[in-house]
């Protein structure tokens, strides 16, 4: 006789593991843009060697982008329509303006986030001369595919959607359009190459 096992539904990742995936991710990117620095220093500077870097500043700046967006919504909301006063009436009109802000505030403060406090603002320190309103239209496109992709990834995150995410497609969408027709300015080139002579000897 054959037994059947049923199959246990999996459980969804916590919060806590969301947030070591992602530091994870970030420790891992850290390792290979070290490494790659000494495979730079024997040839001349170019755009694509900070990808790794832009990508990891606009993640950063997705994440910043995405709570401002949060708590403005919520902000605007509460102050145009204001929940009443008693209870149990306020924390059913306070949940709903959570709720709304959830959606609506990172879906739109995710790709300004991603590109000007993230990809622009790594592409400035590092001398990058990048396509900005490419970089901006990329990290829409990127949230769109995001959200599309990974669902609920916020109140529900998985294993998957710990790297498919609006996050992440923001920030990768905003540095393939920055790198677009990007370039580097001879002084800029220089001084990278100065500062690893004076790293490395």
């Known amino acids: 006789m054959i037994f059947f096992k049923e199959r246990e539904a999996p459980l969804p990742v916590s919060g806590r593991g969301w947030g070591r995936g992602l530091v994870y991710i970030v420790f891992c990117a850290l390792a290979i843009l070290s490494v790659s620095e000494e495979l730079r220093a024997e040839r001349p500077v170019q755009p694509t060697d900070y990808l790794l870097l832009e990508f990891l500043f ?7 982008g995405g709570g401002l967006g949060f708590y403005a919504t919520y902000w605007t909301l509460s102050l145009v329509q204001p929940c009443p ?17 959830l959606i ?19 592409g400035a320190i590092v001398g990058v001369q990048g396509n900005i309103l490419l970089a901006f239209a990329g990290s829409i496109v990127g949230t769109i595919v995001g959200a599309a992709v990974a ?34 300015p001879s002084e800029f080139a220089s001084t990278y190459k100065v500062m690893l002579f004076e790293q490395r000897f």
Do not use: H, K
């Open 58 to 64: 606009g993640v950063q700046g997705a994440i910043v």
């Open 85 to 101: 006063t008693a209870q149990p009436e306020r924390r059913a009109c306070e949940l709903g303006t959570s709720l709304i802000s």
């Open 104 to 122: 609506v505030g990172p879906t739109l403060g995710i790709p300004p986030g991603a590109t000007f406090l993230g990809v622009a603002l790594a």
């Open 151 to 184: 669902g609920n990834w916020v109140i529900e995150p998985t294993d998957f959607s710990l790297v498919v995410n609006p996050v992440t497609m923001a920030a990768l969408g905003a540095t393939i359009g920055y790198n677009i027709g990007a370039t580097v």
